[in-house]
């Protein structure tokens, strides 16, 4: 009798478990409540039914051995608008006639049956949660093949997270996981010249409509990343997108062609805006402002012997009309 009274808090867990849900009887949590019970002393269990029970826990390792599940081995990533399939395929020839599927959604510190296919009745039928109505599918061809992913429509930033793929038979049960990851490229970048900044040119890029957060690089005519310094700003908006604002300043005598690329590593894909800056936007180093400068002071020059040679013949007439005047008053 030691070894069954040992196993009732187990066995008490077990039942518990399945009577509240059967559908949500799954077998990584029944394991659980395996460990997190092991040191209990009690159970509401009779003592007269544990045989059954005892002999029905060791059917359940037989029971789901027989078929499998084929889990995915990378998380899936769906762009945000577009469509996505969430994959669990169950490795039998041929689907029984009665089985049932449920797909749960977990974020958040809460459990979402997103929708539950039942064909264990004369009448097949499909609940759908609220957050997902009108925007899941299975693949009703493919069901009989053990097909049974999922088609998620319209796909939203609250969809990220962890998704439970059920399968129930009469007589199994298997479940895997499936991570979704969002994404969004946002819109085309666009370079910007901020003006003078000291001696250099203020640059900014922008744009709009980014999940999750993107990477923003600097690169030069030959596609490297630029040395200068640069500002970042990430905003997250209301509805849960980042917005990119970007600066840097090129300083006189850089590279002059400034390449703005903004990355979603989690597609693996971005944009890029590219300007080129002319010598004539450099105060320090512009010819034209040079050309200037020489200009007004030949300007400058022009006008100083143009007033000197005034000046001059201005003194040397007024001196010349002085002495012909004092000949004229000696001569008389």
Not at 68 to 74: D, S
Not at 149 to 170: A, Q, R
Not at 286 to 312: E, N, Q
Request: hydrophobic share 40%; net charge positive; glycine share 6%.
């Amino acid at each position: 009798m030691a070894p069954v009274r040992s196993t009732l808090p187990i066995i008490c867990s077990v039942l518990e478990k399945i009577a509240v849900s059967p559908l949500r009887f799954t077998l990584d949590v029944l394991l659980l409540d395996v460990l997190r019970n092991y040191k209990a002393t009690r159970c509401r269990v009779q003592p007269a039914t544990t045989l059954p029970i005892i002999i029905f826990l060791q059917l359940v390792g037989l029971v789901t051995g027989q078929f499998r599940i084929t889990p995915p081995n990378n998380p899936v990533i769906g762009v945000i608008g577009n469509e996505v399939t969430l994959p669990c395929q169950v490795e039998v020839t041929a689907m029984p006639e009665q089985f049932s599927i449920q797909w749960t959604f977990t974020g958040n510190s809460k459990n979402i049956d997103v929708v539950v296919y039942d064909r264990r009745k004369t009448d097949t039928s499909v609940l759908e949660d609220q957050a997902y109505q009108g925007r899941t599918n299975f693949f009703p061809s493919e069901l009989n093949k053990g097909n049974v992913s999922l088609h998620l429509k319209n796909i939203m930033i609250l969809d990220k997270g962890k998704y439970t793929c059920s399968v129930f038979f009469e007589q199994w049960y298997d479940a895997v996981v499936v991570y979704l990851e969002v994404a969004a490229k946002g819109d085309e970048s666009l370079v910007s010249l901020d003006g003078h900044t000291g001696q250099g040119i203020g640059v900014t890029c922008k744009s709009r409509g980014w999940f999750p957060e993107p990477k923003v690089v600097w690169l030069n005519s030959k596609g490297q990343p630029r040395h200068e310094a640069v500002t970042t700003q990430n905003v997250k908006t209301s509805s849960g997108f980042f917005d990119v604002m970007s600066s840097m300043r090129v300083e006189p005598g850089s590279d002059k062609e400034v390449t703005c690329s903004i990355i979603n590593n989690l597609l693996n894909a971005g944009c890029e805006s590219r300007v080129q800056i002319s010598d004539v936007f450099f105060p320090s180093t512009s010819p034209w402002m040079t050309a200037f400068l020489v200009i007004l002071f030949l300007d400058i020059a022009v006008f100083a012997a143009t007033g000197y040679k005034l000046t001059r013949s201005f003194k040397e007439t007024r001196k010349a009309v002085t002495s012909k005047k004092a000949i004229l008053a000696a001569n008389r």
